[in-house]
C-alpha cells in the first residue's frame, strides 16, 4: 500500500519524470523539463573535467618551478580549461539547464516554442563536445582559449582545426538556443502574462538568447576564417602575408565579449529570482531591473575593443571603448542597488539558494569594480594580461555565475525533483564554496599587481605564498564542488518529498506538480497579478 | 487536410506566428554569420585598393550577371507563389520554378568556379594569376580571392538549402498536406539569400570596372 495522499494528488497526470521509463523515452524526448535534465547531466560531466584541468593548473602553481608538467602540456591544460568551462559549460548553464526547464512554465506555456529544435540543439551541443573534447584528449590545443593568431593559424603545432570545428558546432547549439527562447517569449506567453508582469528570470533569459543569436554566428565565422587560413595558407590575419592579426580580435572579442554577458545576465536573473523569495518582499525597482538588464546586454556590443588596449589598436577606438565600458557600471550598479534595497526591511531567510545570491552579489560587486580598473586605459596597460585579469574574470564567472547556477538548482531543486536537498549540507557547502573562491583568487588580484603575467608553468619565488594560498583556496573549492554532488544525488533516492511549492514562492513554476506533468499545467493558466507579489 | 496543430500551440494563429517570427531570428542570425565576411572585406579594400580592383577584374562578369537575372527571376516565381490567392497547384509549380532557376545558378556557379580554377585563382599556395606583380599586391589579390570564394561558397550552400526548401514546400503542397504559412516561410527564406546575392555581385564583380 502506498500512502493515499500522494498518490491521489499524482493520480490526476504523471510527473514528467514519470511518464515513461524507457531509454528512448528521455533520448527522443520533446520536453523541455527532460531536455533541461539532459543538459544538466552533460554541463555536470564537463564541468568537473573543466575543474580536473583547473586543479592540475593550481597543483604546478603551488612551486615556483615547472616541476609537474612542462610548459607545453602547461599551455594546454589551460587552454583545455579556458574551452570547456566557457564553451561546454558556462555558456550553456544556466540558459539551456534552468530556462529550458523553466522559462516555458514561468510563462504559462506547455513548451518552448520549437520542441525538436530545442532536443536538436542538445544533440549538436554533443556532436560539439565530443569533438572538442577529442580535440583536447587527443595531444591537446595549446593557443588559450582566445586562439590569437597568426599563432593559432600559422605556427601552433596542435590540434587546433578540430577544436575550431567542436567550437564552431557548440556555437550553433547555442543558437538554436537563444532562437527557440526568442520566439518564446515573444508568442507562448500565457493570457495576461504581459511583458512586465515577466519574472525577471525570463527577461534574463530572453536577453542572453538575443546576444546569443547576434553574437555567435560573428565567432562561428571568424573561427572558420582561422581554419581557412591554417589550411590553405593564407593571410588573413598573419600579417606577413598580407593579413591583420587586429582583425581576428576585433572579430573574436565582438562575439567573446559579449558571452561574458551571455554568462553573467541569467545569473543575475536568478538572483532576482531568490533574493524577493527568501526576503518576502517584491523586487526592488522591477522595471528597472528589466531595463538594466536590456542596457547591459546592449551596451555589451559595444565594449569589445577593451581587450585590445594593448594590441595596437588605435589610441582613440581605445578611448571610446573604455568610456563605453565604464558605461556598463552603471546598469550593473542598478542591479546590485535594487538587490539590496529588496533586502530592505524584509524577513530574511538564510536557506542555501539565498546563501548563493548574497554570495552573488557580493562576488559580483567585486569582480565589477575591479572590471573599472581594467577599462581605465592607463590602469590597464599596467595590469594587462596579468594575474589580475584572471582574478577579476573569476569573480564575475566562478564567483558571480557559477554561485548563481549553484543557488538556482538548489532553489528549483525540489521543482525538479519533487525532493528537498539536506539544509545544513546546503549550507555548508554554500559556506566552503564561497571560502574556497575566495582564498583561490583574491590572493591574484595582489599577484597580478604585483606584475605576475598569466600563463607561465613557472614563476620567481616571491611570488610563491599568494600562489601556495590560491592552491590551497582551490582545493577547498574543489571539495565545496563535490559536497552538493554527493548529497543532490543522496538527496534523489532519499529526500524529504518537499511538496508543490517549498519555499512559498510566486511565479507560475509553483502553481504547478512538483516535479510538473508533462504539459507543465492541468489548465492553463491566466495571470492577473504583478510578479514577486510578496507581502509580509 | 493540412497538418494538424502542435500540441503545445493554443491555435493555429499561434503557430503560424511563431513559424514566421523564427524565420525572422533565424535571418537574423543568418545576416552576422556572413559580418565577418563583410568585414573581412571593408579590410581588403581599404588595406588594399588596387589589388582588390585587379583580382575583381578577373571574375567572370557575364557569368556573374546571368546569374544576377536568373536568381532575381527565381525570387519573382517565389513572390508570385506567395501570393495570398494562389492555388496550391499553381504555387507548386512556382516553387519548382524557382528550384530548377536556383540549380541553374549553381550550374554557372560551378562552371564559374572551373574557370577560376583553371586560371589558378584559387587562394591556396597554387595561387598565380598572370598580374600577380609584388608580394604585397599578390597578397591583396589572393586575400580577395579567399573572401570571394568563401562568400560565394557560403551563398550557393545556402541556396542549395534554398532549393530543399521549395521542393519540400511544393510537394506538401501537391499533397493539399502545407501549412499556410509554408510557402511565406520558404520566401522569406529564399529571398533573404537573393538578397545577399545581390549585396555580393557588385562588391565582388564590379569593383573598378565601371
Known amino acids: ?536 | 487536410m493540412e497538418a494538424p496543430v502542435a500540441a503545445h500551440f493554443a491555435s493555429r494563429a499561434q503557430q503560424a506566428l511563431a513559424a514566421t517570427f523564427g524565420m525572422w531570428v533565424f535571418l537574423a542570425t543568418e545576416a552576422l554569420l556572413f559580418g565577418p565576411l563583410f568585414f573581412g572585406y571593408l579590410y581588403v579594400r581599404t588595406h588594399f585598393p588596387e589589388a582588390a580592383g585587379a583580382a575583381s577584374r578577373h571574375t567572370d562578369l557575364v557569368l556573374g550577371t546571368l546569374n544576377t537575372a536568373t536568381l532575381i527571376s527565381a525570387s519573382l516565381c517565389m513572390a508570385l507563389a506567395a501570393q495570398p490567392q494562389r492555388r496550391a497547384r499553381s504555387a507548386a509549380w512556382l516553387l519548382w520554378a524557382s528550384a530548377a532557376l536556383g540549380l541553374a545558378f549553381l550550374a554557372i556557379k560551378g562552371l564559374e568556379y572551373r574557370h577560376e580554377f583553371a586560371a589558378q585563382l584559387f587562394p591556396d599556395r597554387g595561387f598565380a594569376p598572370a598580374d600577380a606583380g609584388a608580394p604585397a599586391h599578390a597578397h591583396g589579390m589572393q586575400l580577395f580571392f579567399v573572401l570571394y570564394f568563401a562568400m560565394t561558397a557560403l551563398h550557393a550552400l545556402h541556396l542549395a538549402v534554398g532549393v530543399a526548401a521549395c521542393l519540400v514546400v511544393a510537394r506538401a503542397l501537391r499533397r493539399g498536406r502545407a501549412r499556410a504559412e509554408q510557402v511565406e516561410l520558404a520566401g522569406l527564406y529564399w529571398h533573404f539569400v537573393d538578397v545577399l546575392w545581390i549585396f555580393l555581385y557588385p562588391l565582388l564583380y564590379l569593383v573598378e570596372r565601371a
Open chain 1, 1 to 536: 500500500m502506498t500512502s493515499a495522499p500522494e498518490t491521489a494528488e499524482r493520480a490526476q497526470a504523471p510527473s514528467y519524470l514519470a511518464e515513461d521509463f524507457t531509454l528512448w523515452s528521455w533520448l527522443g524526448t520533446h520536453d523541455h523539463k527532460r531536455i533541461a535534465v539532459l543538459y544538466m547531466l552533460s554541463i555536470t560531466l564537463f564541468f568537473f573535467i573543466g575543474g580536473l584541468a583547473a586543479a592540475l593548473i593550481r597543483l604546478e602553481l603551488a612551486t615556483p618551478q615547472g616541476d609537474l608538467v612542462t610548459a607545453e602540456t602547461y599551455n594546454k591544460l589551460f587552454t583545455a580549461h579556458g574551452v570547456i568551462m566557457v564553451w561546454l559549460f558556462l555558456i550553456p548553464s544556466i540558459p539551456a539547464v534552468l530556462g529550458n526547464f523553466l522559462m516555458p512554465m514561468m510563462i504559462g506555456a506547455r513548451d518552448l516554442a520549437f520542441p525538436r529544435l530545442n532536443l536538436a540543439s542538445w544533440y549538436v551541443y554533443l556532436a560539439g563536445g565530443a569533438l572538442t573534447l577529442g580535440a583536447l584528449l587527443a595531444g591537446g590545443v595549446d593557443t588559450g582559449w582566445t586562439f590569437y593568431t597568426p599563432f593559432s593559424s600559422m605556427f601552433s603545432n596542435s590540434n587546433v582545426v578540430l577544436a575550431l570545428l567542436g567550437i564552431l558546432v557548440l556555437g550553433f547549439s547555442s543558437i538554436l538556443t537563444g532562437l527557440n527562447f526568442i520566439v518564446t517569449v515573444h508568442t507562448m506567453r500565457a493570457p495576461g502574462m504581459t511583458w512586465f508582469r515577466l519574472p525577471l528570470f525570463v527577461w534574463a533569459n530572453y536577453a542572453t538568447a538575443i546576444i546569443l543569436v547576434l553574437a555567435t554566428p560573428v565567432l562561428a565565422m571568424t573561427l572558420v576564417l582561422v581554419g581557412i587560413e591554417r589550411v590553405f595558407q593564407v593571410g588573413i590575419f598573419d600579417p606577413a602575408l598580407g593579413g591583420d592579426p587586429l582583425l581576428f580580435q576585433h572579430l573574436f572579442w565582438f562575439y567573446s565579449h559579449p558571452a561574458v554577458y551571455i554568462m553573467v545576465l541569467p545569473a543575475m536573473g536568478v538572483v532576482s529570482e531568490i533574493i524577493p523569495c527568501f526576503a518576502r518582499r517584491p523586487v526592488f525597482g522591477y522595471r528597472f531591473m528589466a531595463y538594466a538588464i536590456l542596457g547591459i546586454a546592449v551596451i555589451g556590443f559595444l565594449v569589445w575593443g577593451h581587450h585590445m588596449f594593448v594590441s595596437g589598436q588605435s589610441v582613440y577606438a581605445g578611448m571610446v571603448f573604455s568610456l563605453l565600458s565604464f558605461l556598463v557600471a552603471i546598469p550593473s550598479a542598478v542591479k546590485v542597488f535594487n538587490w539590496t534595497a529588496t533586502l530592505y526591511k524584509g524577513s530574511i531567510t538564510f536557506s542555501a539558494p539565498m546563501l548563493y545570491a548574497l554570495g552573488f552579489v557580493g562576488l559580483f560587486t567585486i569582480g565589477g569594480l575591479t572590471g573599472l580598473f581594467l577599462a581605465a586605459l592607463a590602469l590597464d596597460v599596467h595590469l594587462s594580461d596579468t594575474y589580475f585579469v584572471v582574478a577579476h574574470f573569476h569573480y564575475i564567472m566562478v564567483g558571480g555565475s557559477v554561485m548563481a547556477y549553484l543557488g538556482a538548482i538548489h532553489f528549483w531543486w525540489p521543482k525538479m525533483t519533487g525532493r528537498m536537498y539536506p539544509e545544513s549540507w546546503g549550507r555548508a557547502a554554500a559556506a566552503i564554496i564561497f571560502f574556497g573562491f575566495n582564498l583561490t583568487f583574491f590572493p591574484q588580484f595582489l599577484l597580478g599587481y604585483q606584475g605576475m603575467p598569466r600563463r607561465y608553468h613557472s614563476y620567481p619565488s616571491e611570488f610563491q605564498v599568494l600562489h601556495l594560498l590560491s592552491s590551497a583556496g582551490a582545493v577547498v573549492l574543489a571539495l565545496g564542488y563535490l559536497l552538493p554532488l554527493a548529497y543532490f544525488g543522496w538527496s534523489l533516492l532519499y529526500g524529504r518529498r518537499g511538496g508543490d511549492n517549498p519555499w512559498r514562492a510566486t511565479g507560475l513554476e509553483w502553481q504547478t506538480a512538483s516535479p510538473p506533468p508533462t504539459d507543465n499545467f492541468a489548465q492553463a493558466p491566466v495571470v492577473t497579478q504583478e510578479p514577486y507579489a510578496y507581502r509580509q
